[in-house]
């Protein structure tokens, strides 16, 4: 049988020399070893005549420095190879990705493939397969950068026309940008005139049907309305207490109806504290269900008596303006407290109001920015009403960007298996961009995990600079520098405090 002959390249890459060959370099090789020591010693005393001059310049026969450094000196030559780009990809490995395109946001450098890095939502939806969302999640440890190139999205993706949105900045921070922009900052918190009703129903866009947007309003009033009894009751709601909810909004919508008023908080409140109305409502089949809504009552009344009293149970004080290019909500007076979740129900009730002006799919290409978003994560009930909210988002034309610390941050929303780990999943595989900035060695683990990520990757995201992220867009990897311009990086500064 004849031997298959064995090539290791379609063309010829290495030049196997033949044994002769070798034979005659291994002598040439000693020869020149043997000489070179031999001028060594009769050049003893001259070396030291010239001592001063440099003559440890070595010497080198035309093929090259002998033994295992032979490439050093620029003596090596090989022939000529011509190959495909396909199989220099296996013969080469080390390629730098093309990159997006050029349209869109100019972020900053592509440190692989030294190159600029630009990138669009909306322009990569349909463009690149696997992109299936426009919405974004940014993680890094803390002072890493994130919300400074949150920012640069907001205040780049306004020279494009899209609006930008920001409906809980529990640091204030925002507030400078979108007075820099000509948008408009609402603050709220303890004895500010602000207020706002998360129960507030944006006008009827032309484009839907009547019934179709009273059920649309009605369904997120509701799990709104769910999603703040679960976080304060620390626990599901029960089938009755279900019903309850929806029997006291009902009623509490239609009386406010027919008085041509808006519904409030304290008052579906109200209506869960008073069991004989919620029976008589309830109708034939819920005989307890009085009884069943005590728990709700009193969970409500943390939005309308406790420390949040008057911020969210009143009618709004400022009308959503939709021409606005950028519009924040500043809830930094109410944080510092001990307890979180005041805070956590403060930006839930702002989301709820900011995403129901958001509701008009001819509202054009929009951001919705939840900076400082870690703080949801641990709630269900409020992972749930986001998640509800990202899936309407891809009909609306909306992109939502969603800041957090840590990749694990996602898996205290519960066990392995369980509903509120299967929600923060879910939102995970809603966003077809990842950006991950430094995170700590202990983390790498459930990074890797949940992200899918190679054993270089999760090396990379330990060694990360500021401003410096590897982007995860729909499979692809970039490692990308953020680069700010001077006048973003005065305005963006989150530091100042810290000179
Ligand atoms: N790409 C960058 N180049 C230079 N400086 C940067 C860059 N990104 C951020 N900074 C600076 O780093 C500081 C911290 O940034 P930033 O507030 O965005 O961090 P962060 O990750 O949002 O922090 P935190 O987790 O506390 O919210 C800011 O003063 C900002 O100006
Ligand atoms: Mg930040």
């Given at each position: 049988m004849a031997r298959p002959s064995r090539r290791?390249?379609?063309?010829?890459?290495f030049t196997p020399g033949g044994r002769r060959d070798r034979a005659a370099l291994k002598a040439t090789r000693r020869h020149l070893a043997d000489a070179a020591s031999a001028a060594g010693r009769t050049n003893a005393s001259d070396t030291a005549a010239q001592a001063?001059?440099?003559?440890?310049?070595p010497v080198y026969p035309v093929s090259g420095?002998?033994?295992?450094?032979?490439?050093?000196?620029?003596?090596l030559k090989l022939p000529a190879h011509r190959m495909t780009t396909a199989v220099a990809a296996g013969a080469y490995p080390f390629l730098a990705e093309g990159g997006l395109?050029?349209?869109?946001?100019?972020?900053?450098?592509?440190v692989h493939a030294e190159a600029s890095f630009c990138f669009d939502p909306f322009t990569l939806y349909g463009k690149v397969?696997?992109?299936?969302?426009p919405n974004v999640l940014l993680a890094g440890v803390i002072g890493q950068g994130k919300s400074a190139l949150s920012k640069s999205f907001a205040l780049r993706s306004i020279a494009f026309g899209h609006r930008v949105y920001?409906?809980?900045?529990?640091?204030?921070?925002w507030t400078p940008v979108a007075e820099a922009l000509g948008g408009t900052s609402i603050a709220i918190g303890p004895g500010l005139p602000g207020k706002l009703n998360p129960l507030d129903a944006a006008p009827r866009p032309d484009s839907v049907p009547a019934r179709e947007w009273e059920g649309e309003v009605r369904k997120r009033r509701l799990l709104l309305l769910g999603s703040l009894a679960r976080t304060v009751l620390g626990r599901d709601l029960q089938p009755m207490e279900h019903t309850a909810l929806d029997v006291a909004l009902d009623t509490v919508v239609t009386t406010a109806e027919t008085n041509g008023r808006t519904p409030l908080l304290g008052e579906v409140a109200a209506t869960l504290n008073n069991p004989a109305s919620l029976d008589e409502a309830g109708?034939?089949?819920?005989?307890?269900l009085g009884e069943a809504a005590r728990d709700l009552a009193h969970a409500l009344r943390r939005m309308v008596?406790?420390?949040?009293?008057g911020m969210f149970d009143a009618p709004s004080t400022v009308a959503f303006d939709p021409t606005a290019p950028m519009l924040t909500i500043d809830l930094?007076?109410?944080?510092?407290?001990?307890?979180?979740t005041a805070l956590v129900l403060a930006m839930t009730c702002a989301s709820a109001w900011m995403e129901s002006a958001l509701s008009?799919?001819?509202?054009g290409r929009r951001w919705i920015v939840y900076d400082e978003a870690w703080r949801l994560m641990r709630h269900p009930g409020l992972l749930q009403r986001m998640q509800a909210q990202w899936k309407l988002s891809r009909g609306l034309g909306i992109a939502n960007l969603m800041v957090i610390h840590r990749l694990s941050d996602l898996l205290?929303?519960?066990?392995?298996?369980s509903r509120g780990r299967a929600l923060a999943e879910g939102l995970l595989a809603d966003c077809s961009t990842r950006i991950i900035y430094r995170q700590e060695t202990d983390q790498l683990h459930a990074a890797a995990t949940l992200l899918g990520l190679t054993t270089v990757e999760t090396e990379a995201i330990s060694h990360l600079g500021r401003g410096r992220g590897l982007w995860k867009v729909a499979g692809r990897s970039f490692v990308v520098q953020h680069l700010l311009h001077p006048r973003e990086r005065t305005l963006f500064d989150t530091d100042a405090r810290m000179h």
């Amino acid at each position: 049988m004849a031997r298959p002959s064995r090539r290791t390249s379609a063309s010829p890459l290495f030049t196997p020399g033949g044994r002769r060959d070798r034979a005659a370099l291994k002598a040439t090789r000693r020869h020149l070893a043997d000489a070179a020591s031999a001028a060594g010693r009769t050049n003893a005393s001259d070396t030291a005549a010239q001592a001063g001059q440099d003559d440890s310049r070595p010497v080198y026969p035309v093929s090259g420095r002998p033994g295992p450094a032979s490439a050093r000196g620029n003596r090596l030559k090989l022939p000529a190879h011509r190959m495909t780009t396909a199989v220099a990809a296996g013969a080469y490995p080390f390629l730098a990705e093309g990159g997006l395109g050029a349209e869109g946001l100019y972020i900053g450098r592509d440190v692989h493939a030294e190159a600029s890095f630009c990138f669009d939502p909306f322009t990569l939806y349909g463009k690149v397969s696997g992109y299936t969302n426009p919405n974004v999640l940014l993680a890094g440890v803390i002072g890493q950068g994130k919300s400074a190139l949150s920012k640069s999205f907001a205040l780049r993706s306004i020279a494009f026309g899209h609006r930008v949105y920001v409906p809980c900045d529990p640091k204030g921070e925002w507030t400078p940008v979108a007075e820099a922009l000509g948008g408009t900052s609402i603050a709220i918190g303890p004895g500010l005139p602000g207020k706002l009703n998360p129960l507030d129903a944006a006008p009827r866009p032309d484009s839907v049907p009547a019934r179709e947007w009273e059920g649309e309003v009605r369904k997120r009033r509701l799990l709104l309305l769910g999603s703040l009894a679960r976080t304060v009751l620390g626990r599901d709601l029960q089938p009755m207490e279900h019903t309850a909810l929806d029997v006291a909004l009902d009623t509490v919508v239609t009386t406010a109806e027919t008085n041509g008023r808006t519904p409030l908080l304290g008052e579906v409140a109200a209506t869960l504290n008073n069991p004989a109305s919620l029976d008589e409502a309830g109708g034939a089949m819920s005989g307890r269900l009085g009884e069943a809504a005590r728990d709700l009552a009193h969970a409500l009344r943390r939005m309308v008596h406790g420390d949040l009293a008057g911020m969210f149970d009143a009618p709004s004080t400022v009308a959503f303006d939709p021409t606005a290019p950028m519009l924040t909500i500043d809830l930094s007076r109410l944080s510092g407290g001990s307890d979180d979740t005041a805070l956590v129900l403060a930006m839930t009730c702002a989301s709820a109001w900011m995403e129901s002006a958001l509701s008009d799919p001819g509202g054009g290409r929009r951001w919705i920015v939840y900076d400082e978003a870690w703080r949801l994560m641990r709630h269900p009930g409020l992972l749930q009403r986001m998640q509800a909210q990202w899936k309407l988002s891809r009909g609306l034309g909306i992109a939502n960007l969603m800041v957090i610390h840590r990749l694990s941050d996602l898996l205290t929303a519960g066990d392995e298996g369980s509903r509120g780990r299967a929600l923060a999943e879910g939102l995970l595989a809603d966003c077809s961009t990842r950006i991950i900035y430094r995170q700590e060695t202990d983390q790498l683990h459930a990074a890797a995990t949940l992200l899918g990520l190679t054993t270089v990757e999760t090396e990379a995201i330990s060694h990360l600079g500021r401003g410096r992220g590897l982007w995860k867009v729909a499979g692809r990897s970039f490692v990308v520098q953020h680069l700010l311009h001077p006048r973003e990086r005065t305005l963006f500064d989150t530091d100042a405090r810290m000179h």
